[in-house]
Structure formats: C-alpha cells, structure tokens
C-alpha cells in the first residue's frame, strides 16, 4: 500500500500493523470508506502523530477519541473525511480510549475544501457497551481455590501502567491457588489470562509470546479484545463468564454489523461521487 | 485384543484457538507425537486454520474465526475434523536432528540466579556444572521468542522453580525452569532462573540455529 502522507511529527509508538490491538475499530474505519476490512491502518497512541497529506485522500478515524483536527477543522470518529493535498491532521488530548485509528482510501471525487461527508457509520455497538469482559475458562481454571473463582469475577481489577501491546498486567487483590506446582510450556494466545505466582493476572495481547508457562486461568472472547484494548491504566476490568457458542455468536454479529457499514458506505460513496 | 486408548485430550484455547495435549508417560514419546502431527497437519491442511504451533506435550491450532462463522462454522466443527484424524499413536523415526555444542560461563557476576541456585539445591557449584552439562538435551519445541529452544529434560537434583514473575532478561543468558533450560536469544521478558551465559548465535543470517528434534550439548567455558 502506498501511504499518502508524511509524518511531520512521530506519535508514540504508531504503527502499520497487520495485528491491531482494537480490530474492531480497524475494520470499523475501513468500512466507512468503502474499504476492505482488514486492510491496514496506522495505529496510534496519545501524543499522536502530525501528518501531512500528500495527495488527495478519503479518510477516517476509529477507536480512541484524541480530539482530531484537520487545518482548523474538527474532525468527528467514524465519519468520512475529505482531505485535500498538503492539508495537516493532528490531535490535540485524549479524551477517550488508547487507540486510535486512521485508514485512507483513494477519493472517485475531488473537492477543493478539507470537508467531512455527510454519513457516518451507525455505531449501536459502541454505543451500547457491555461494560464487562467475557471470557472463557482455561485449562488451569481449576487451579484457582473455589473462593478465588468467585473472586475473579467478583471483584474489580484495574489495568495498570505495565500495559503495552505485548500484554496487560493487573491490579488486584491475589488469587489463591490449589498450587504452585510448574506447568510445562504451551501455546498461548492473543487474549489468554496467565496467573502468575503471586496471584497476579496478566493478559496476553496483539504483541503476545508464542509460548508460555504460566498458568492459563481463562481467556478474553474475541469480540471483547476491542473493549479491552481501548482501557486505559487505571480503568477498571471485570470478567464475566461466557460459553464458545454465545462467543461465536457474538463475534459473527459484530462481522457482520462491519459488512452492513461497508456495503452502506460503498453506496453512499457511489451516490455523493454522482 | 484392543488397542490401548490413545491417550490424549483436547482443551480449548480461547474461542478460536485450541490444542491436543498428548499424555504419553514418556515426555519424549509424546514430543514425537506432537511433531509427527504437526507435520501431518502442514501436508495436509484443514479448512480455517491459521497457523499450528508444537509445545512440549502440545499442538495448538489457531483457528481464523471471521472465516469461520462467515461460513457458518463453528470451533467443534473444526475441532471433530482434527479428532478424524489424531485415532491412534503414529510410529515416528527417531530424530536425526544436529548436535550443537555451546559453552556457557557459570560465573555469578554473568548469572545473577546461579548464587540462589547453589543455596536453593544444596550443591557446589562444580556440582551444579556436571549436572546441567551431562545430558545430551533434546529441542522439545521452538517459540516464546524467535531462536529459544525449549530443552529437556534437566536432572532433578537442579529442577529450579519459575520466578513468581516475569523480569527483565539480557541476551545469552541461559535458564532453567522446572525441568527445562534454554538461552534467550534476545532481551526479554522472562520467568526462568538465570544460571549462566554464553555467546553462542542462536540467529544466524537471521534464520534460528536450532531446530525441534535437534540435540543440545552444555559445556563450561574458560572464563
């Protein structure tokens, strides 16, 4: 992909990533454009970065809300942008989640002025948010005493400082386990909850090892890796337990919510260009 | 007379991964059985897996969950799939893997958990260096990070419990956890007790220098 723009001033940690943290909102920015979904956007941490475009483009913002402008305007999530050549994107605070999302596509039109189109994707499933996390138990779920299991979802946990794409470490009173006894090292995955000895959580995230050895108390259900990936240090995690079914069901209505936008956008785009 | 059952079982590894864990007495016998799947499993590929990664008693799939449902499949369907095929232990060749030799400095300004170790087991450290030198290590697995072998299986007079929490580990540093050792092939997080050091290049012309089924050999370096 060619990139049609210049970075004035690098944000922390940017990157073109084949494995974002927030899927959801990667797809959610290319469906508005008329995009395939998994076509790759620039992720982006707070302070972001300041870019200039260097050819006309279409874009949109998905994810966090880090107080868009473009030149003086500003510039809304999840809505179609129209930037002109030599125009200047940057971010002014982070009001809202820890990443944000930008994906760019070629324009059928050209237009004079910076402008923000008018539809947007129709975003019930953010605006709606189960505040909860789901997930599914892990192998060594029973490792944890049964005091410890109702505690796990009882109690609230805060993501701390040590959270990075790598994975999440936990705040929270210890869980108890049955035992400490070593486990041989297995494959783990984007999601997995480890225990480590001290009774602490830490969760595996895009970025994760390929292997590890720690227990595997439960993992975070696909749909929920979004949510999750937008908490900031210090905002609060609670686990609910769910089934494969309710989380492939759960998956597939978010898949196919994204298609909806696309194929929505894909006329509105077709109409405005007429 | 019937076969013995095949002993394995199948968890799952969140909603779209999941993995068969061999529970062969033998930890090498099972070992042989994840690598012989796995390598039955790359030949012939099945629908919506995205990739397969062998563990000690473990092969994991990763299963591609936006192509499945958009399909109107499910993970048991996938996983049935692989249980049509995984029926009974297959016979394995023993493995003509290479032997590599690498030397390590068990010096206590290089390993900062050797001193630890010594008073944790009760050995000299001349004993401690015979032990972890004398086996001919098999790679169990690759992963964790690009180049780290997984080795097994440690005596276990020097079997040294993971550390509570993962900490900050430099290159070349070579570490046991329970009854496995390995060297970080590069800076890491990492929960093992680090009992040595060496230079050995485990990426050469940024390909990993061992392979599963490979052997290792321990030995002391001049210091």
Redesign the interface.
């Known amino acids: 992909m060619i990139i049609p723009y210049q970075i004035l001033q690098a944000g922390l940690l940017d990157s073109h990533t084949e494995k974002p943290m927030d899927s959801f909102s990667c797809s959610l920015a290319n469906a508005v454009l008329g995009s395939p979904l998994d076509q790759t956007c620039l992720e982006m941490h707070f302070p972001a970065a300041k870019i200039e475009w260097e050819s006309d483009r279409l874009f949109c913002l998905s994810g966090a809300d880090f107080t868009a402008r473009l030149n003086d305007l500003s510039i809304p999530l999840h809505r179609p942008i129209w930037a002109p050549k030599g125009s200047i994107l940057s971010f002014q605070a982070p009001v809202k989640g820890a990443r944000a999302y930008l994906a760019t596509a070629e324009s059928p039109f050209s237009i004079q002025e910076a402008r923000i189109l008018p539809w947007s994707a129709n975003i019930a499933w953010e605006k709606s948010p189960c505040p909860l996390i789901h997930v599914v138990p892990g192998r060594d779920w029973e490792r944890l005493t049964s005091r410890a299991q109702q505690q796990f979802f009882s109690q609230i946990h805060l993501l701390s400082h040590e959270a990075n794409r790598m994975g999440f470490r936990l705040d929270h009173p210890a869980l108890e386990t049955r035992t400490n006894e070593d486990i041989l090292s297995t494959a783990a995955s984007f999601g997995t909850v480890q225990l480590t000895h001290w009774g602490k959580l830490i969760i595996l995230m895009a970025d994760h090892q390929l292997t590890g050895g720690y227990p595997m108390i439960a993992h975070v259900i696909s749909a929920d890796l979004p949510k999750l990936a937008q908490k900031r240090p210090g905002e609060p995690i609670q686990f609910n337990l769910c089934d494969q079914d309710t989380a492939e069901n759960l998956w597939k209505a978010q898949q196919n919510h994204l298609q909806q936008i696309r194929s929505a956008s894909l006329l509105k785009l077709r109409s405005y260009a007429n | 007379m019937t076969e013995p059952a095949f002993p394995y079982r199948i968890?799952?590894?969140?909603?779209?991964?999941f993995?068969i864990?061999f529970q062969q007495a033998s930890l090498l016998e099972a070992n042989e059985q994840v690598h012989f799947f796995q390598a039955y499993f790359s030949q012939h590929p099945i629908p919506f897996i995205r990739s397969l990664?062998p563990?000690?008693?473990?092969l994991?799939f990763?299963v591609d969950?936006?192509a499945?449902?958009?399909s109107n499949c499910?993970?048991?369907d996938v996983i049935q799939h692989v249980q049509q095929v995984v029926v009974k232990p297959q016979s394995t060749s023993p493995a003509d893997g290479k032997i590599h030799r690498i030397p390590v400095r068990y010096d206590f300004d290089v390993a900062p958990d050797l001193a630890w170790a010594l008073t944790q087991t009760g050995l000299s450290l001349a004993e401690f260096i015979f032990l972890h030198t004398k086996p001919l290590y098999r790679v169990f697995?690759l992963?964790?990070?690009p180049g780290f072998g997984?080795l097994g299986e440690v005596d276990s007079r020097i079997h040294l419990?993971?550390?509570?929490?993962?900490q900050a580990v430099k290159a070349g540093h070579v570490g046991i956890?329970?009854n496995?050792t390995g060297v970080y092939p590069g800076d890491?997080?990492g929960?093992w007790q680090l009992i040595g050091h060496t230079d050995f290049p485990f990426i050469h012309h940024g390909i990993p220098v061992l392979r599963a089924g490979d052997s290792v050999q321990f030995y002391a370096a001049e210091s």
């Open positions: 968890f799952p590894l969140g909603d779209a991964a993995s864990e990664v563990a000690y008693r473990t994991s990763h969950l936006k499945l449902v958009l499910c993970l048991s697995m992963g964790f990070l997984y419990p993971r550390k509570p929490s993962p956890a329970g496995q890491s997080p929960g």
